[in-house]
C-alpha cells in the first residue's frame, strides 16, 4: 500500500484545525524526471507537500496551484494538487543553474483556485524571506484573515508537511466564541513548532501528535491517498497549436517533418505528422451534403 497519504485532525474545545501529509512514491516520479540542483529541488518538494495541505481545505472540485516566479537561478517553480488527490510539480531554472538555486529578491508567489466550474481565483504575495512556508502563511495572515502555521521538509526520499489553522472566529459565524481561542492558538503553534524535520518525514501521524501534543484531545481522521497526476492530453497539446496558429505550424513541419510535444510533467509525448496538423485547423463538416437535384 503507498504511503502517500495525508490526515486531517482537530482538537477538541479550540478552534484549530490541521494537517499532516507524507509522500514517497509521488516525490520520487516527480524528482525522477528532471535533476535539479539541491536547494532547487527541496523547494519543489516543500511546495508539493504546502499544495497537498491546502487543497484539503478548499470546499470545490478542482486544482490548487502554487507557482513562484523570480529572476534568480530558479525563474519559476510549480506545483499543483487537483481534486485533492493528484499531485505534479517541476521547477525551471535560469542560465546558472550549477550553483545555489535561490528564487532572488523581488521574487513572488501565486496562489490559485481553479474550479472545475465557476470563475478562477490568484492571489499574490510576495517572497519576502527566503521560505515557501512564510510566503503561504502570509498570504493567510493578509488575504483570508485566517491565521496559519506550516512546516515543510523535503529529503531525497520523501518529503513532509504539517499545517495548523485558526477557524474563522465564532462571532463572525453569528456563535458563542470558545473561551480562551486565543491563548488555545498560541499554545498550540508553539507546540507544533517542537516538531523536528525527521519525526515529520519519518515517524507514524498518531505518534507524531502523540508526541507534539501530549495533553491536547486530537481528533484524528481516516487518511486520504495521495498520488502522481498528470492532466496533459491530446486534445491539450492541440489546442496549443492552434493557439500558435497555423503558419506557426506549418513553419516547423517545413523544418522537421513532424511536431513532437513532451509533457514536461510525465514525459508523455505527442506527435503530430502533416495530416493530424492540417485537421487541427479544418472545422468538422456539421452540415448534411447537398441533395442533387
Not at 491563548?183 to 515517524?203: F, N, P, Y
Not at 496549443?240 to 505550424?249: P, W
Request: charged share 25%; hydrophobic share 40%; aromatic share 6%.
Amino acid at each position: 500500500m503507498s504511503e502517500d497519504r495525508i490526515h486531517t485532525f482537530t482538537f477538541d474545545g479550540a478552534p484549530v484545525q490541521g494537517r499532516i501529509v507524507r509522500l514517497r512514491e509521488t516525490w520520487q516520479t516527480i524528482r525522477s524526471r528532471h535533476t535539479y540542483p539541491p536547494n532547487a529541488e527541496r523547494l519543489l518538494g516543500e511546495m508539493l507537500a504546502i499544495v497537498a495541505m491546502l487543497a484539503h481545505g478548499i470546499k470545490f472540485d478542482g486544482s490548487v496551484i502554487l507557482q513562484t516566479r523570480g529572476s534568480g537561478t530558479i525563474r519559476t517553480a510549480m506545483a499543483e494538487c487537483a481534486d485533492r488527490t493528484r499531485l505534479r510539480g517541476i521547477v525551471r531554472s535560469g542560465a546558472s543553474s550549477h550553483g545555489a538555486a535561490s528564487t532572488s529578491n523581488g521574487a513572488q508567489l501565486a496562489i490559485t483556485l481553479k474550479p472545475h466550474r465557476g470563475e478562477m481565483y490568484q492571489g499574490i504575495v510576495p517572497m519576502e524571506r527566503p521560505s515557501i512556508s512564510r510566503a503561504v502563511e502570509s498570504y493567510f495572515d493578509n488575504s483570508e484573515q485566517l491565521p496559519t502555521r506550516i512546516w515543510a521538509v523535503a529529503g531525497r526520499d520523501a518529503v513532509a508537511g504539517l499545517l495548523l489553522q485558526r477557524m474563522p472566529d465564532a462571532r463572525v459565524a453569528g456563535l458563542e466564541p470558545i473561551h480562551g481561542s486565543d491563548q488555545d492558538w498560541l499554545r498550540l503553534q508553539a507546540l507544533a513548532g517542537l516538531v523536528i524535520d525527521r519525526d515529520l518525514l519519518e515517524e507514524p501521524t498518531d505518534r507524531l501528535l502523540m508526541r507534539l501534543f501530549p495533553s491536547e484531545a486530537v481528533r484524528l481522521q481516516p487518511p486520504r491517498p495521495l498520488e502522481f497526476g498528470c492532466s496533459c492530453s491530446r486534445e491539450r497539446t492541440a489546442n496549443a497549436l492552434r493557439i500558435m496558429g497555423r503558419d506557426e505550424v506549418d513553419d516547423i513541419l517545413e523544418q522537421e517533418g513532424r511536431i513532437e510535444v513532451t509533457c514536461e510533467f510525465c514525459g508523455e509525448r505527442y506527435v503530430y505528422d502533416r495530416i493530424d496538423a492540417r485537421l487541427l485547423f479544418e472545422p468538422l463538416a456539421t452540415d448534411p451534403p447537398e441533395t442533387p437535384q
